[in-house]
């Protein structure tokens, strides 16, 4: 019987480390730079926090203070961003974390874009059921 290897260290610095390489991603990126260049003043102090929520997230450190929809909701956000800023996230964490680590990254960040999307109104545009409406237009 084959020993897997234990998950790598999985603390507050390797967040720092997957937050900072994250967002120098998003400045640089075409779609998301702008919105968040223009948004953040201080990108020190801007991964200082990130890394302080996902660690609360993440590690249960309950270190941060702050209202992640009310910080989102002024800016010229669509649904779009948010499924991009997934794709970014996902690639990151793959770069960064083992695959344990990645993986539950992936999927908390999952949760809450999707329920910022819904708070801000984002849904994506509601699809038919494919169901037909009998009796329509008689």
């Known amino acids: 019987m084959s020993r897997m290897n234990p998950p790598d260290v999985f603390d507050e610095s390797a967040i720092a480390a997957l937050v900072d390489r994250f967002y120098e991603k998003v400045r640089r990126d075409r779609e998301l730079g702008p919105i968040f260049n223009a948004a953040v003043h201080d990108w020190d ?63 908390y960040a999952q949760r809450i874009g999707h329920s910022l999307k819904l708070g801000l109104g984002l849904r994506p545009q509601a699809r038919p059921l494919g169901v037909p409406i009998v009796g329509a237009g008689r």
């Open 45 to 107: 102090e801007h991964k200082r926090l990130l890394t302080t929520f996902w660690s609360s997230v993440a590690l249960r450190a309950s270190s941060y203070r702050g209202n992640p929809m009310a910080a989102h909701r002024s800016h010229p956000i669509r649904a779009e961003h948010f499924d991009h800023w997934l794709v970014l996230w996902r690639e990151t964490c793959a770069e960064e974390l083992d695959e344990v680590h990645a993986a539950q990254m992936l999927e």
